[in-house]
């Protein structure tokens, strides 16, 4: 068992925004990264451009290891494992990993972010990594010359269809409604797209394939009528929803399964248990905010301890003086 004073939960912008700010306030942050997910989301985008300090924007994955490096050079402690158990006990909190490291910690931040929705179709699970998929930097590359469908209306999905076009011979973008959610800069760009078209008021209703996939059956939100799209490639681009499985059942949570904070600070409602990032935040959802919250966590927790360090000095002075005060031999 390693006693420590924080551990940070995750390690996307929230996380190793947390962890240097603890690590600057010398609380030697342990920081539980993930095996497979380490940085977090952004460690499946390309192009960052409203990052603010690159101008000329910045590779997500760079980003996500340059806040790690910064994190590293201040003492943080990055562990690439998951957390398997946690138990919230004030002023001992107990995490155990998959690989079997314990830690006690007086103060945890949670940065556990979001996962990945999934459009719940048979199929969709069995061909996943046979054609359908839920990143297109990391499996773009195997669609050369390929007709390939993104599901979704937001910036993620517009995001994945205009970079799956460098492979794809054409990429057909499925949206549910007529308007799409996402930003107008991101509209624009897909919109100049010409391997880029559009199928909207329109949503899966099946996935065809044994081995791979072989095509979808797309239905009109509208009418109901529905045709075949022989794609090979499907990447679902509909959102994510906050992961709270670790502490769901010990933390309160709002209606919308997110995290419940106290206020605009990173409190829950356990003492010495912080949150930050996506897991807290069903409204911005931004890389930069996600930072900005990781920043008030570290802020609370190092006030947190600060409180509780004072507690216990002044507890073990007014013992030291009850002992002097003594007299000798009672
Ligand atoms: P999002 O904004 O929640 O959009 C999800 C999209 O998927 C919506 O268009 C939604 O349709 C659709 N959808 C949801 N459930 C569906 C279902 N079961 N079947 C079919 N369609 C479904 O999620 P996001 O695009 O992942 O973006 C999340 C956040 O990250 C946003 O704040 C976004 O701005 C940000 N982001 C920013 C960038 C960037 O700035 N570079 C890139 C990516 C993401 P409706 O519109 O009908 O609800």
Not at 103 to 109: C, N
Not at 263 to 279: C, L, N, P
């Given at each position: 068992m390693t006693d420590t004073q924080l551990v940070i939960i995750g390690s996307g912008p929230a996380g190793y925004t947390a962890a240097v700010y603890a690590a600057r306030a010398n609380l030697s942050p342990v920081v539980i990264a993930g095996s497979v997910t380490a940085g977090g989301e952004l460690m499946n985008t390309t192009d960052v451009e409203n990052y603010p300090g690159f101008?000329?924007?910045?590779?997500?994955?760079?980003?996500?290891?340059?806040?790690?490096?910064?994190?590293?050079?201040?003492?943080?402690?990055?562990?690439?494992?998951?957390?398997?158990?946690?138990?919230?006990?004030?002023?001992?909190?107990?995490?155990?990993?998959?690989?079997?490291?314990?830690?006690?910690?007086?103060?945890?931040?949670?940065?556990?972010?979001?996962?990945?929705?999934?459009?719940?179709?048979?199929?969709?699970k069995?061909?996943?990594?046979?054609?359908v998929s839920w990143c297109a930097t990391c499996d773009g590359f195997f669609f050369r010359d390929q007709h390939i469908a993104v599901v979704g209306g937001g910036d993620s999905a517009l995001e994945e269809a205009t970079f799956l076009t460098r492979f794809a011979s054409k990429v057909t973008l499925i949206h549910r409604r007529q308007e799409l959610r996402a930003s107008?800069?991101?509209?624009?760009?897909a919109n100049a797209d010409e391997k880029l078209e559009f199928l909207l008021d329109s949503e899966v209703a099946e996935i065809h394939g044994d081995d791979a996939l072989t095509g979808l059956t797309v239905r009109s939100t509208v009418t109901g009528e529905t045709s075949e799209l022989p794609v090979t490639g499907l990447f679902v681009a509909i959102g994510s929803d906050p992961r709270t499985s670790l502490f769901a059942d010990q933390l309160s949570l709002r209606p919308d399964g997110y995290l419940n904070v106290e206020?605009?600070?990173?409190?829950?409602?356990?003492?010495?248990?912080?949150?930050?990032?996506?897991?807290i935040d069903s409204v911005y959802r931004q890389a930069i905010t996600a930072a900005g919250s990781g920043c008030s966590a570290a802020l609370d927790a190092e006030h947190y301890l600060a409180d509780l360090e004072a507690a216990a000095k002044q507890s073990a002075d007014s013992l030291g003086e009850a002992v002097v005060a003594a007299p000798i031999g009672s």
């Open positions: 101008p000329a924007g910045v590779q997500g994955p760079e980003l996500m290891e340059s806040m790690r490096e910064q994190a590293e050079k201040f003492g943080a402690e990055v562990v690439y494992d998951d957390v398997s158990t946690l138990k919230l006990n004030p002023g001992a909190h107990e995490i155990e990993t998959a690989l079997g490291a314990r830690y006690t910690a007086k103060a945890v931040i949670l940065a556990t972010g979001s996962a990945y929705r999934e459009l719940n179709l048979p199929n969709e069995k061909l996943s990594g046979h054609g107008q800069a991101m509209q624009d760009r206020g605009r600070s990173s409190k829950t409602a356990v003492e010495g248990v912080f949150a930050a990032g996506d897991v």
